[in-house]
């Protein structure tokens, strides 16, 4: 079985039955032991107790620490621990979190990130507020790997409500982190589970769901993401996959997109070459591997075609041709 599916791996509806309650809090996990107190901590201090929620973590082989007494440890039993029998990679656990919940909203919460106060109160205001949506995502702010305050970001709406156009809003920029974002189980059993890449996967999750159900959403900070050198994603920006990922995300995007709206993801483009081009002068300084930076120069214009990126190309040949960084 691939580690990364190249279509939505499906999502079972859960069998006739079971317990449902309405929350599933699941909390996929690889070596972020240092972290998993404080993810644990946030969900248990607004815990409304099982009938209403589901709290499990699904380790993908962690090979940083046992996690099955340290859940234990710290869930005092409400936690459910579930362990892959080896290690199959981000999407894999994602779509094991996902067949595994057995609440109507479910929430992926990362094993690195938090939320803060009132945050499941508010997203469940949104669905009783506005029944129709299949998702409700809030504002989140970035912080550490201390836990310190980093960076808020600029509102989506002023006020919580239905995204109108929530297309093209999430199409043109990644505004959604897994942390911020709750879905209906029986979205997720339509769509099916991530796919295709491991970095930016959510954001083709997000947009292929705004295209078929309107999206709530709340102004207020109550998500904390985590950034630190240990993250899933972070050998990725070291190697330069993630150029090559977000290229990929952006034209499986633009292909969702109607004709007439496919130039909402020019700038996106536009970004994704420039950090191309950013990618392979870091490679050609610190490597000098002259065939890998060509391989991000090409990727760059496969998106864009304007006189600023030629004018990024020229400067980055003409360091190779003096030799320097």
Not at 32 to 60: H, K, N, S, T, Y
Not at 163 to 173: E, H, M, P, R, V
Request: aromatic share 10%; hydrophobic share 40%; net charge neutral.
């Amino acid at each position: 079985m691939s580690r990364i599916p190249s279509s939505p791996p499906p999502v079972a509806p859960v069998p006739p039955g079971e317990h449902r309650p309405l929350w599933s809090v699941m909390i996929p996990a690889y070596n972020c032991a240092g972290f998993l107190a404080e993810a644990l901590g946030g969900v248990l201090a607004q815990d409304p107790g099982p009938a209403l929620m589901q709290i499990e973590v699904v380790d993908d082989a962690s090979t940083d620490a046992d996690l099955e007494p340290l859940v234990r440890e710290l869930g005092r039993g409400r936690v459910g621990y579930h362990r892959q029998p080896r290690n199959v990679g981000s999407l894999r656990n994602f779509e094991t979190c996902l067949n595994r919940a057995r609440g109507r909203l479910v929430h992926l919460l990362h094993g690195d990130d938090r939320v803060r106060p009132g945050f499941y109160a508010r997203m469940e205001g949104l669905f009783q507020q506005f029944p129709q949506t299949g998702a409700a995502f809030c504002n989140y702010d970035d912080i550490n790997e201390s836990g310190e305050y980093l960076r808020s970001y600029a509102p989506v709406l002023e006020q919580a409500g239905i995204l109108n156009n929530a297309l093209f809003t999430i199409a043109g920029q990644q505004r959604i982190q897994y942390v911020s974002m709750v879905v209906r189980r029986e979205v997720y059993e339509t769509i099916g589970s991530f796919y295709g890449v491991t970095y930016g996967e959510d954001w083709i999750m997000w947009a292929q769901i705004a295209k078929r159900y309107p999206i709530a959403y709340s102004p207020e900070p109550l998500a904390e993401y985590r950034k630190h050198n240990g993250s899933i994603s972070w050998p990725k920006v070291e190697d330069g996959q993630t150029t090559k990922d977000l290229a990929y995300v952006i034209n499986h995007i633009t292909e969702m997109l109607p004709i007439e709206e496919k130039h909402l993801m020019a700038n996106a483009k536009k970004g994704c070459a420039l950090y191309c081009m950013a990618k392979a002068n870091v490679i050609w300084k610190q490597s000098r591997n002259l065939a890998a930076a060509k391989d991000q120069v090409k990727l760059a214009l496969s998106l864009d075609r304007s006189a600023n990126l030629y004018y990024h190309i020229s400067k980055f040949y003409l360091k190779v041709v003096m030799g320097v960084d």
